[in-house]
């Protein structure tokens, strides 16, 4: 069985509302894995194309949950918040970092005998910036130089075989002023699709929801929920679902509560479609999520 994991930065689940973009922007095809209803708590629950989890992000500690602590957990199975005492925003620290090297999921799925990729492309210049050794690295950085795994680079994009962190590159073009190609969400989704086929697990990373979460620009959050829609259906247009799970996962929540500009204390979305659907373990928090794909990559082999 192959696992493809889409982790989608700053997403939880709370009600429907006009405060809860993900309630009021119509997203066909994530709607209708969901049997046609939003990702939202009410959703939570088996259908007819998916299963939705709600994991809790606040790991027992005090305090609004933070991406540092949130996706250290999320990507080694221990929970970084309890271990350092608290929830720490933004970049890796050292503590944060040395679990990440000793527990990183990208080592864990390589020592089963199993391959992996981290499919996000790298700016030229984003190693240069800054020494290697400085902590302005994000966890899935760190995670994939601690597991010896090459970087994608514009090059490996240019030639499909790797997708920008904003899926179209409309935003590293505008934003960082990368001279790059714009793509359609829907070819973004295949290249992602493609290259699964290539590895037993593949890994991709979306930030812009937590950015733009922060903002609370409603008009800039239609229009990159539109996108997402658009990239997840590209995806299961070409994935090989009857023996690839696809996961769709978060950190802690904020974009689907746009009374606030901080993070939320709500539960996150677990959403698994393709094989490996059933007899599920206990998923109940961030720490769970590690263990679920290593167990389901042993679960048998590709074809």
Known sequence: ??????????????????????????????????????????????????????????????????????QTTLFTGVNAAQAVGRHVRGFPTEPLRRLLKQEGLLQKVMALGKTALFLNSYRPQ?????????????????????AGLPFQTFDDMAAGRAVSMDITNEYIRTELNCEVDIIAPEDAGRILAQQ????????????????????????????????????????????ELKETLLIITSDHGNLEDLNTSLHTKNPVPLLLCGAGREDLPQLADLTAVTPFVLERLTRGRCG
């Open 1 to 70: 069985m192959r696992v493809v994991l889409f982790f989608l930065d700053g997403i939880g689940l709370a009600d429907a509302g006009p405060a809860n973009p993900l309630s009021t922007t119509p997203m066909p095809c994530l709607q209708g894995l969901l049997d046609g209803r939003p990702l939202t708590l009410a959703a939570v629950g088996r259908h007819s194309r998916a299963t939705l989890l709600a994991l809790d992000a606040n790991l027992g500690v005090p305090g609004e949950p933070q991406s540092a602590t949130g």
């Open 126 to 146: 984003y190693f240069t910036a800054a020494p290697a050794g400085r902590r302005a690295y994000s966890v899935t950085t760190w995670m994939n130089r601690y």
């Open 196 to 239: 699964s086929r290539r590895v037993d697990f593949l890994l991709f990373e979306h930030f812009l929801t937590d950015i733009f979460g922060h903002k609370r620009d409603r008009k800039k959050i239609a229009e990159l929920l539109t996108t997402i829609d658009r990239f997840l259906a590209g995806i299961l247009a070409h994935l």
